[in-house]
């Protein structure tokens, strides 16, 4: 062995600069777009000096995992995906910090995330939000900005550009929409003011390197975070002169992990790689080397990739990838003998070739072995956690009909189940599973490393929990048999309605412990309101009590009318005719309306059904939604845009006061009149869409609006609880306060979505007026219907 095998070897490119644009498909480059309105990307990729690669992305496919990933090797956890909100500062071992410590000069301009994960990190930056997802133009150019005057600077040696202007196109219109071509337009033209740039500085000793890249993909509905084909495969492209002339076909890419660009790049800049990584050295970047170094470079991959093995891994010395990396170590070692005795012969040539194949395999096995032990949890602990959750989940169910009834009150039984046979069983049990457990366990274990004191009280918890749910359910079937027995007091027993709740709520807990149901939840939310309003049509149709109340309605109204006519003169019986009249009509089509009311329910769901195909099996289908929201089809989008906002409107305003009912006409004007700015509907007066802003003129004018029938709705509100007593007021204030937040909806909504909104606010209205209150549901009940059906129409406006 020679000592200098595992020194740092000197940097391979002057200059790295990395153009990270959010959200870049691999079809985007490779696919028909790429060649449409990306031709110099297109032109570098196929005939210029540069290596192409399609790069894996590992679920969860958001924003600062993925940077976590780049700049560490390592493979994010899902628990990332809520840190993405509020992102902390990175403690692991990374790129970023190496860079650093080794003096270079790193310029980052973009996504403020870096800020946030790299503090103290940059020379110069200039961070930009992420969440104001309707802006396509600024957050782009305040990238782009900076440009010309770093280019020319030579202060800097690692330059990191992250743009999302094509990822808040996804999310607002999709990777069909036409404001991508012109987006992916403006990243060819910054990628091809880099490149020259770059070239025209370069010196003789070493080049510089440009890296273009995504963080993640796009679905098919411009989305991100799973991990369909369009979500997982990004681009990732190193242009240098250092690099071998392409010969003009564009071959697929060779499919990489994510995680390798971290290696490749310490590599290239002659950095440490990051303790933590578990990517590959990407061997075409380095393939222009000498065999010697392209030994060296792989061998300190593996050195790197052992030793995280080794702190992870008690038995690491049996693992597959260890054992192939010493074969691989020993072969080189007569290599490097053979190398110094000067034999320059082809034999020496191909050794050297077998034994970087040796060095590959050990690294991608490796690689395999760390990657399945990031994935690997503490399956013990979350066990626990889950038998807890359970019990507590349980307990709050067997409780909700007594918590909501009229006395509102449930007793907990404490005594019996502390003082029991079973506790005392059940304890010694749980302490024996946790003994044995603990004791077999060869990996970490957070539960098993809390003091016994800890442990022996959450067993006695857990324990406690479960004797007090039996002790409930004896119960319950006590005064179940109780009931049967009184045949007065079992007629107010648990309706068909309230078994399929019950029910309903349970099979949908159950059904997210499968991967299978979650892809595909929308069926069970569809699946379960079609058979509420099902069995709502045959409570409707079997209920005597509902007639009887109509029918008492409309009677005091005769009497009503009946005393009026005692001081009406003789002329004014036609007048009440009419009025005896009019009052049969609305009985007759109240109690039809009433009747049909959850049929015009389940066609509404039905319509609404194909107009977003949602899940992962059938996304891929063609919807209404797609159709409207196709360039081709523009008008018909703004005809329904605006019979949608008119709509909601007539919906709301009914119960507002008359300044609320203006402010909501304007509102609602002003959000038309924000999709028009972006490009999403047209005006009838409105010849093309070459006239497109930012709409942030006419989203504030909307915010105004929103904030004013709020305010007015709070102000009565506070009204009617201090001073005056007047329930109208109070009735009035709330509505106005739930218009406003409809205004917000309709704002916020996708315009081909506003029907959603529509449909929504109309079955409230029926589901309310001629199910609910007839019916004579409790609060348990309606609230869980609102939950279901709240859920079914979140998914109904998903694509």
Same mark, same amino acid.
């Given at each position: 062995?020679?000592?200098?095998?595992?020194?740092?070897?000197?940097?391979?490119?002057?200059?790295?600069?990395?153009?990270?644009?959010?959200?870049?498909?691999?079809?985007?480059?490779?696919?028909?777009?790429?060649?449409?309105?990306?031709?110099?990307?297109?032109?570098?990729?196929?005939?210029?000096?540069?290596?192409?690669?399609?790069?894996?992305?590992?679920?969860?496919?958001?924003?600062?995992?993925?940077?976590?990933?780049?700049?560490?090797?390592?493979?994010?956890?899902?628990?990332?995906?809520?840190?993405?909100?509020?992102?902390?500062?990175?403690?692991?071992?990374?790129?970023?910090?190496?860079?650093?410590?080794?003096?270079?000069?790193?310029?980052?301009?973009?996504?403020?995330?870096?800020?946030?994960?790299?503090?103290?990190?940059?020379?110069?930056?200039?961070?930009?939000?992420?969440?104001?997802?309707?802006?396509?133009?600024?957050?782009?150019?305040?990238?782009?900005?900076?440009?010309?005057?770093?280019?020319?600077?030579?202060?800097?040696?690692?330059?990191?550009?992250?743009?999302?202007?094509?990822?808040?196109?996804?999310?607002?219109?999709?990777?069909?929409?036409?404001?991508?071509?012109?987006?992916?337009?403006?990243?060819?033209?910054?990628?091809?003011?880099?490149?020259?740039?770059?070239?025209?500085?370069?010196?003789?000793?070493?080049?510089?390197?440009?890296?273009?890249?995504?963080?993640?993909?796009?679905?098919?509905?411009?989305?991100?975070?799973?991990?369909?084909?369009?979500?997982?495969?990004?681009?990732?492209?190193?242009?240098?002169?250092?690099?071998?002339?392409?010969?003009?076909?564009?071959?697929?890419?060779?499919?990489?992990?994510?995680?390798?660009?971290?290696?490749?790049?310490?590599?290239?800049?002659?950095?440490?790689?990051?303790?933590?990584?578990?990517?590959?050295?990407?061997?075409?970047?380095?393939?222009?080397?000498?065999?010697?170094?392209?030994?060296?470079?792989?061998?300190?991959?593996?050195?790197?990739?052992?030793?995280?093995?080794?702190?992870?891994?008690?038995?690491?010395?049996?693992?597959?990838?260890?054992?192939?990396?010493?074969?691989?170590?020993?072969?080189?070692?007569?290599?490097?003998?053979?190398?110094?005795?000067?034999?320059?012969?082809?034999?020496?040539?191909?050794?050297?070739?077998?034994?970087?194949?040796?060095?590959?395999?050990?690294?991608?096995?490796?690689?395999?072995?760390?990657?399945?032990?990031?994935?690997?949890?503490?399956?013990?602990?979350?066990?626990?956690?889950?038998?807890?959750?359970? !019990?507590?989940?349980? @307990? *709050? =169910?067997?409780?909700?009909?007594?918590?909501? $009834? +009229?006395?509102? &009150?449930?007793? #907990? %039984?404490?005594?019996?189940?502390?003082?029991?046979?079973?506790?005392?069983?059940?304890?010694?049990?749980?302490?024996?599973?946790?003994?044995?457990?603990?004791?077999?366990?060869?990996?970490?274990?957070?539960?098993?490393?809390?003091?016994?004191?800890?442990?022996?009280?959450?067993?006695?918890?857990?324990?406690?929990?479960?004797?007090?749910?039996?002790?409930?359910?004896?119960?319950?079937? !006590?005064?179940?048999? @109780? *009931? =049967?027995?009184?045949?007065?007091?079992?007629? $107010? +027993?648990?309706? &068909?309605?309230? #078994? %399929?709740?019950?029910?309903?709520?349970?099979?949908?807990?159950?059904?997210?412990?499968?991967?299978?149901?979650?892809?595909?939840?929308?069926?069970?939310?569809?699946?379960?309101?079609?058979?509420?309003?099902?069995?709502?049509?045959?409570?409707?149709?079997?209920?005597?009590?509902?007639?009887?109340?109509?029918?008492?309605?409309?009677?005091?109204?005769?009497?009503?009318?009946?005393?009026?006519?005692?001081?009406?003169?003789?002329?004014?019986?036609?007048?009440?005719?009419? $009025?005896?009249?009019?009052?049969?009509?609305?009985?007759?089509?109240?109690?039809?309306?009433?009747?049909?009311?959850?049929?015009?329910?389940?066609?509404?769901?039905?319509?609404?059904?194909?107009?977003?195909?949602?899940?992962?099996?059938?996304?891929?289908?063609?919807?209404?939604?797609?159709?409207?929201?196709?360039?081709?089809?523009?008008?018909?989008?703004?005809?329904?845009?605006?019979?949608?906002?008119?709509?909601?409107?007539?919906?709301?305003?009914?119960?507002?006061?008359?300044?609320?009912?203006?402010?909501?006409?304007?509102?609602?004007?002003?959000?038309?009149?924000?999709?028009?700015?972006?490009?999403?509907?047209?005006?009838?007066?409105?010849?093309?869409?070459?006239?497109?802003?930012?709409?942030?003129?006419?989203?504030?004018?909307?915010?105004?609006?929103?904030?004013?029938?709020?305010?007015?709705?709070?102000?009565?509100?506070?009204?009617?609880?201090?001073?005056?007593?007047?329930?109208?007021?109070?009735?009035?204030?709330?509505?106005?306060?739930?218009?406003?937040?409809?205004?917000?909806?309709?704002?916020?909504?996708?315009?081909?979505?506003?029907?959603?909104?529509?449909?929504?606010?109309?079955?409230?209205?029926?589901?309310?007026?001629?199910?609910?209150?007839?019916?004579?549901?409790?609060?348990?009940?309606?609230?869980?219907?609102?939950?279901?059906?709240?859920?079914?129409?979140?998914?109904?406006?998903?694509?």
């Amino acid at each position: 062995m020679v000592s200098n095998w595992t020194k740092i070897p000197p940097p391979l490119f002057k200059k790295v600069v990395i153009v990270l644009i959010d959200a870049l498909r691999h079809d985007f480059v490779f696919g028909s777009k790429g060649k449409q309105f990306m031709p110099y990307t297109r032109q570098v990729v196929e005939k210029g000096t540069s290596y192409s690669f399609i790069a894996e992305v590992k679920p969860p496919t958001v924003t600062m995992p993925r940077i976590k990933a780049l700049m560490t090797g390592s493979i994010p956890g899902f628990i990332d995906v809520v840190v993405n909100l509020n992102s902390p500062a990175l403690l692991d071992d990374n790129l970023i910090w190496q860079a650093k410590t080794a003096g270079k000069r790193i310029i980052f301009y973009g996504d403020d995330t870096w800020v946030k994960l790299f503090p103290k990190h940059f020379v110069e930056y200039d961070g930009t939000t992420s969440f104001f997802v309707s802006d396509f133009i600024e957050v782009d150019d305040n990238v782009t900005r900076h440009l010309d005057r770093v280019l020319k600077r030579d202060d800097w040696d690692l330059l990191i550009l992250h743009y999302l202007g094509l990822d808040h196109i996804g999310h607002v219109t999709g990777p069909n929409s036409p404001l991508v071509g012109p987006k992916l337009r403006e990243m060819d033209n910054i990628v091809k003011k880099i490149h020259i740039s770059l070239l025209s500085k370069e010196e003789a000793s070493l080049p510089n390197l440009l890296v273009v890249c995504g963080d993640h993909g796009m679905s098919e509905t411009g989305s991100h975070g799973g991990s369909t084909d369009g979500e997982v495969h990004t681009p990732l492209l190193f242009i240098s002169s250092a690099f071998e002339k392409r010969n003009g076909l564009l071959t697929k890419p060779e499919l990489v992990q994510q995680t390798d660009l971290a290696s490749t790049l310490a590599v290239g800049l002659g950095l440490p790689i990051s303790r933590n990584s578990v990517g590959n050295l990407i061997l075409p970047i380095v393939g222009g080397k000498t065999m010697r170094e392209q030994l060296r470079f792989v061998h300190l991959n593996g050195i790197q990739l052992s030793s995280l093995l080794q702190e992870n891994t008690a038995a690491y010395e049996k693992d597959p990838g260890y054992e192939y990396f010493k074969m691989a170590e020993k072969s080189h070692g007569n290599w490097i003998k053979l190398y110094l005795e000067g034999n320059n012969s082809e034999i020496l040539l191909n050794l050297g070739k077998k034994v970087l194949k040796q060095y590959l395999e050990a690294l991608r096995t490796l690689s395999s072995s760390l990657s399945k032990q990031v994935t690997q949890y503490d399956m013990y602990s979350m066990m626990v956690g889950t038998v807890i959750i359970m !019990e507590v989940l349980l @307990l *709050l =169910l067997l409780s909700v009909p007594k918590a909501l $009834s +009229s006395r509102a &009150e449930f007793e #907990v %039984l404490l005594s019996p189940p502390l003082f029991s046979l079973l506790f005392y069983l059940m304890c010694l049990m749980l302490c024996a599973v946790h003994v044995i457990v603990c004791t077999s366990v060869q990996s970490l274990c957070f539960f098993c490393s809390m003091s016994w004191l800890t442990a022996i009280g959450v067993m006695m918890l857990i324990s406690v929990l479960m004797c007090i749910i039996l002790s409930a359910i004896a119960k319950m079937f !006590e005064n179940s048999r @109780l *009931l =049967l027995k009184n045949p007065v007091v079992s007629s $107010s +027993s648990w309706s &068909e309605v309230d #078994v %399929l709740i019950l029910a309903g709520t349970i099979g949908h807990v159950l059904s997210l412990g499968a991967s299978s149901f979650i892809e595909e939840e929308h069926q069970t939310w569809y699946f379960l309101i079609n058979t509420l309003c099902l069995l709502l049509c045959q409570e409707k149709e079997c209920d005597p009590q509902h007639s009887t109340t109509v029918k008492q309605n409309f009677d005091s109204i005769k009497e009503v009318s009946a005393c009026r006519n005692i001081d009406i003169p003789a002329a004014g019986n036609s007048k009440l005719g009419k $009025s005896t009249s009019s009052a049969e009509a609305m009985k007759g089509s109240d109690k039809w309306i009433s009747l049909v009311s959850p049929w015009i329910i389940l066609i509404c769901c039905r319509l609404l059904r194909s107009l977003n195909q949602t899940g992962i099996q059938w996304a891929h289908r063609p919807d209404f939604g797609h159709w409207l929201i196709s360039s081709e089809h523009k008008s018909e989008l703004s005809f329904l845009a605006a019979v949608s906002l008119l709509m909601v409107f007539f919906l709301v305003q009914r119960r507002c006061s008359l300044v609320s009912k203006i402010a909501m006409a304007l509102g609602l004007l002003g959000v038309y009149s924000y999709r028009a700015a972006i490009g999403n509907v047209i005006f009838p007066w409105q010849q093309d869409s070459k006239d497109i802003s930012k709409g942030i003129t006419e989203a504030r004018f909307v915010y105004v609006f929103v904030l004013g029938i709020v305010f007015t709705g709070t102000k009565d509100l506070l009204k009617s609880q201090v001073i005056s007593s007047v329930s109208s007021m109070k009735s009035t204030g709330l509505w106005e306060v739930y218009s406003g937040l409809v205004l917000l909806a309709a704002l916020l909504f996708r315009p081909h979505n506003l029907p959603v909104l529509v449909f929504c606010l109309l079955i409230q209205t029926m589901i309310t007026k001629y199910i609910w209150r007839p019916l004579k549901f409790d609060a348990a009940q309606i609230t869980i219907m609102h939950y279901w059906f709240g859920q079914a129409f979140f998914y109904f406006q998903v694509s």
